[in-house]
């Protein structure tokens, strides 16, 4: 069976869609004949995204979510499941750094980070699970999580704290799903410094830009690449992780 024939109309939500990775993973599903459902709070983010989606052949059905408010992902699920039947595939990627160190930071910077990056990611896969059991599909998720669920850097505790979280549901979710005799994969993808707009928002744009590194960054595509790899190995195969660096990245 060919990778095409795989992905082709396949239903795919992914989360932090309005950008970056998401984004990114967003088209090179698209291309693969897969229906999207694309998830972000930016309605006008998403608005482009979807017609970018459709000059390419493909169809894409936005759904603004805050990822905080767990009414809103029930909602979002039901609406895909009126529209295509339900999930087939789940890309979590939506996710946040707050300048938040552990001795100093806000309880709101601390909270929105565990919300999003590890609470919603849970709710959300729980969601996709029982999408795909209800109709006995072998669907698969990707977690899109990051060096930082094997590293701590400097004063982003935090943040890496909700990394390791999602790399043990990683493995926690795999262990259920393999008890259950269930065909659903799990997979995750870690990357390190991605040019995105993720150190705009954490840092504010002027200090991102004092802070970008020399070397060449990875691109959102360059995630993406090894995301549709992850959705192109055969039924047998579960990768858990793909850690991934820039080439010149020293830590
Ligand atoms: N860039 C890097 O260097 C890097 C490295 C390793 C891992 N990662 C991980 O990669 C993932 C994607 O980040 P990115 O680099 O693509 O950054 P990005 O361009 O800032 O994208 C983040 C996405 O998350 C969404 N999001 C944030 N808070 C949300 C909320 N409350 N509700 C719904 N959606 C929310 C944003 O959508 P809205 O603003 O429209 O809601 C946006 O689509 C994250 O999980 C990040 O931790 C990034």
């Known amino acids: 069976m060919s990778e095409q024939h795989e992905l082709k109309n396949r239903v795919a939500l992914v989360t932090g869609a309005s950008?970056?990775?998401?984004?990114?993973v967003c088209l090179a599903l698209a291309k693969k004949g897969a229906r999207l459902a694309i998830v972000g709070r930016r309605l006008d983010s998403l608005t482009a995204l979807k017609a970018t989606i459709e000059e390419l052949g493909g169809e894409a059905f936005p759904l603004a979510v805050d990822l905080r408010d767990e009414s809103g992902i029930k909602s979002a699920f039901d609406a895909v499941s009126r529209k295509w039947n339900g999930v087939d595939i789940l890309v979590n990627s939506a996710g946040l750094g707050r300048a938040a160190p552990l001795s100093s930071g806000k309880d709101e910077d601390f909270r929105e980070m565990l919300e999003v990056n590890a609470l919603a990611l849970a709710i959300v896969t729980r969601e996709a699970?029982?999408?795909?059991?209800?109709r006995n599909v072998a669907g698969h998720i990707?977690?899109?999580s990051s060096m930082s669920a094997y590293r701590v850097q400097g004063d982003t505790g935090m943040y890496a704290a909700t990394k390791h979280a999602v790399r043990a549901m990683t493995e926690g979710l795999r262990q259920e799903l393999r008890q259950?005799?269930?065909p659903i994969r799990i997979s995750s993808v870690s990357p390190a410094n991605t040019d995105t707009e993720f150190m705009d928002r954490m840092l504010g744009k002027a200090k991102a830009k004092e802070n970008r590194p020399e070397y060449r960054q990875l691109e959102p595509e360059d995630v993406a690449d090894a995301v549709l790899y992850l959705?192109?190995?055969?039924?047998?195969?579960?990768?858990?992780?793909?850690?991934?660096?820039?080439?010149?990245q020293p830590d």
């Open 19 to 24: 950008s970056g990775i998401g984004r990114a």
């Open 129 to 134: 699970i029982t999408s795909m059991q209800r």
């Open 142 to 144: 990707v977690h899109v």
């Open 180 to 182: 259950a005799g269930s």
């Open 231 to 248: 959705l192109s190995t055969p039924s047998h195969v579960e990768i858990n992780d793909i850690l991934m660096r820039p080439t010149n």
